[in-house]
């Protein structure tokens, strides 16, 4: 069965800051897809990055990087010089390709607050 | 371009009473699926169309939650009767396809139920 673990409840920083979140996965499946999504106080979740378990590149988008390593079950996300807009809670998502639909299983989530 | 549209946003009942949640996804996308979001936890996948047909309802739990998507366009989302722990946001995505497993999810700002 899939499983996403996000061990950080909550994270605190100061603007500025650069700030990881952690993210482990299990699966049985030799193909899938690892995604986070953005979870503002508006409530709607925002698609952030997508990763297939084929491609191990580390991705930069602006002030946000991905770290993933299939060696550790890790999908880490990096948000360098952090900002007040940042805060809010941040999901790992898995889907599991063998059946080819698209089914997310989440993390719990983290919460991060960036202080002014 | 619209986003995904719920109603209402927020929804106050006691337990044993009946209750209904409407959703409506971007125009074009053929996959709709309901979350059940609990306080502090991810989103957990109740049931996933595909147009009007059910994809994946295996946590569902039918004998008090119903849902149909008539006309493969928008959705409803019943509870009958409530119970406590059935408080939770209750989330709408869509994607243009579950068939293409790494296809991103829309979601709507949820609609707040608190079972009292």
């Known amino acids: 069965a899939q499983k996403v673990t996000q061990a950080q409840t909550e994270i605190s920083v100061v603007e500025k800051e650069d700030v990881t979140l952690d993210c482990v996965y299990e699966?049985?499946?030799?193909?899938?897809?690892l995604f986070w999504y953005k979870q503002p106080p508006s409530g709607e979740l925002v698609f952030l990055i997508r990763?297939?378990?084929?491609?191990?590149q580390n991705e930069i988008s602006g002030r946000y990087s991905w770290n993933f390593q299939k060696s550790t079950s890790s999908f880490n996300f990096t948000i360098t010089a952090s900002q007040v807009v940042d805060s809010a809670v941040y999901f790992c998502?898995?889907?599991?390709?063998?059946?080819?639909?698209?089914?997310?299983?989440f993390g719990t989530g983290t919460r991060l607050l960036v202080s002014p | 371009e619209a986003g995904v549209a719920q109603s209402p946003r927020y929804k106050i009942i006691e337990k044993r009473q009946s209750v209904a949640f409407w959703c409506n996804p971007i125009?074009?996308?053929?996959?709709l699926y309901w979350y059940q979001q609990i306080l502090g936890q991810g989103p957990k996948l109740l049931i996933q169309?595909?147009?009007?047909?059910?994809?994946?309802d295996s946590q569902l739990p039918k004998d008090r939650f119903s849902a149909e998507r008539l006309k493969g366009v928008d959705s409803t989302l019943k509870i009958q009767p409530a119970k406590l722990e059935d408080s939770a946001v209750y989330l709408c995505?869509?994607?243009?396809?579950?068939?293409?497993?790494?296809?991103?999810?829309?979601f709507g700002p949820g609609t707040r139920l608190t079972v009292l």
């Open positions: 995505a869509s994607s243009p396809s579950a068939l293409a497993v790494t296809n991103e999810q829309f």
């Open positions: 699966t049985r499946d030799t193909t899938y897809y």
């Open positions: 990763r297939n378990s084929f491609d191990e």
């Open positions: 998502a898995l889907s599991e390709g063998g059946t080819g639909f698209q089914k997310l299983v």
């Open positions: 125009s074009g996308h053929a996959t």
């Open positions: 169309f595909q147009n009007n047909g059910v994809v994946d």
